[in-house]
């Protein structure tokens, strides 16, 4: 039998996912039944959820990870916009996201280019050998992912890989320092690629 507390968190938990949409100001899918269906599927394991003393609760952590997964769920039935790609980068810890939006509207054209209106592909990726990868195929000599959300995903593994091996692009705000990583590895075969980035940078500052 649900305790009081059991039954106010599941209330609680439909509330904030109820907030959360509102906040991304977002529109409903018309797949209504998919989106009650994840909803369901989350009170009911945080209502069945028991820490020490029998009460349930919900972590900082949870709460994130459940926004987050609404979050990606509503913006695969959503038209690309910037704003939703800065979402993104939040969601993924992607480190100096300033310089990854100039990279992404860089690699793209201001977003018009065919790898990523047929790729899905925001930042020129090449399908890797190596490291772990979302991609789901090759277009045109670069990764080709499902959606432009997982391109997101897949710089973030990137992002990850270069910390595995010692790069230390983690935890600082110096984006100057973030362009000269991407120049020393270099990120693209482009020599004026960082001076574009910077130039870029200009312009957004004026």
Aim: glycine residues 6%; positive net charge.
């Amino acid at each position: 039998m649900k305790t009081f507390y059991q039954i106010s968190s599941a209330f609680h938990v439909a509330a904030g996912y109820r907030k959360a949409s509102r906040n991304l100001k977002i529109k409903t899918s018309s797949n209504k039944s998919a989106t009650r269906i994840i909803m369901l599927c989350l009170v009911f394991t945080l209502v069945t959820f028991e820490v020490p003393g029998g009460k349930p609760g919900m972590t900082q952590e949870m709460l994130f990870q459940a926004e987050k997964a609404f979050f990606y769920y509503q913006i695969r039935h959503l038209p690309f916009s910037e704003d939703l790609l800065k979402q993104c980068l939040v969601y993924e810890g992607i480190n100096y996201p300033e310089i990854v939006i100039l990279q992404s509207r860089l690699e793209t054209g201001n977003y018009s280019s065919d790898i990523f209106l047929n790729g899905n592909n925001l930042f020129g990726m090449k399908y890797p050998g190596r490291r772990p990868t979302v991609a789901a195929g090759v277009y045109k000599e670069h990764a080709r992912y499902t959606h432009w959300s997982d391109s997101v995903m897949d710089y973030a593994l990137w992002q990850k890989y270069y910390l595995s091996r010692g790069y230390k692009i983690g935890g600082s705000d110096d984006n100057d320092f973030y362009l000269v990583f991407l120049k020393s590895i270099p990120y693209a075969e482009d020599p004026r690629y960082i001076s574009k980035l910077v130039k870029m940078s200009q312009r957004d500052m004026t």
